[in-house]
T-cell receptor
Framework: GENVEQHPSTLSVQEGDSAVIKCTYS??????FPWYKQELGKRPQLIIDIRSNVGEKKDQRIAVTLNKTAKHFSLHITETQPEDSAVYFCAAKTGGGNKLTFGTGTQLKVEL | DARVTQTPRHKVTEMGQEVTMRCQPI?????VFWYRQTMMQGLELLAYFRNRAPLDDSGMPKDRFSAEMPDATLATLKIQPSEPRDSAVYFCASANFNTGELFFGEGSRLTVL
């Protein structure tokens, strides 16, 4: 089955700096890669996703890049703000079903 | 604003008791998932259904856990008997098979004493 590894497990940045979280996946058939943000005590919510036919996608301050050859994808947050502090999960979906395999999460802390 | 609804939000029980968690997926979503979240294991997939049929429950301890979808508006996850190691937050999520985006419920926080 699919295996998703995520790094780093914790990340601390200064407000206004950029943050990058990286994930690798094992199944070359995976074709959908979402990122979820989970605030403390809340449910995970989708913030951005990318499909395997696209190399990069951007939505305001967040962007995701995908390298299919290397089987890795990354989340980039620019001009970080305190409200970006949360746990971020990457995930990968193998075609043929909706089953998502999640990474282990990254605790992002944006310090003032 | 369509949402996945889970009950109960919090449950404290004693070891050996039966626990039932319920989930109402978003209307029109044909795929339903149960995830368990702990600090150590992150988000683990326990089971998922498509069009009410179980597709994968390989992540679920079969001896004590069971998951069902009696109808399209209700999914249940039962633990019998419960054990302290089952303490976690259990999330239900639903998706439209064609779009793939998962919508999570607020979760059921279970504490087994």
């Amino acid at each position: 089955g699919e295996n998703v590894e995520q790094h780093p497990s914790t990340l601390s940045v200064q407000e206004g700096d950029s943050a990058v979280i990286k994930c690798t996946y094992s199944d070359s058939a995976s074709n959908y890669f979402p990122w979820y943000k989970q605030e403390l005590g809340k449910r995970p919510q989708l913030i951005i996703d990318i499909r395997s036919n696209v190399g990069e996608k951007k939505d305001q301050r967040i962007a995701v890049t995908l390298n299919k050859t290397a089987k890795h994808f990354s989340l980039h947050i620019t001009e970080t703000q305190p409200e970006d502090s949360a746990v971020y999960f990457c995930a990968a979906k193998t075609g043929g079903g909706n089953k998502l395999t999640f990474g282990t999460g990254t605790q992002l802390k944006v310090e003032l | 604003d369509a949402r996945v609804t889970q009950t109960p939000r919090h449950k404290v029980t004693e070891m050996g008791q039966e626990v039932t968690m319920r989930c109402q997926p978003i209307l029109g979503h044909n795929t339903v998932f149960w995830y368990r979240q702990t600090m150590m294991q992150g988000l683990e997939l326990l089971a998922y259904f498509r069009n009410r049929a179980p597709l994968d429950d390989s992540g679920m301890p079969k001896d004590r856990f069971s998951a069902e979808m009696p109808d399209a508006t209700l999914a249940t996850l039962k633990i019998q008997p419960s054990e302290p190691r089952d303490s976690a937050v259990y999330f239900c999520a639903s998706a439209n098979f064609n779009t793939g985006e998962l919508f999570f419920g607020e979760g059921s926080r279970l504490t087994v004493l």
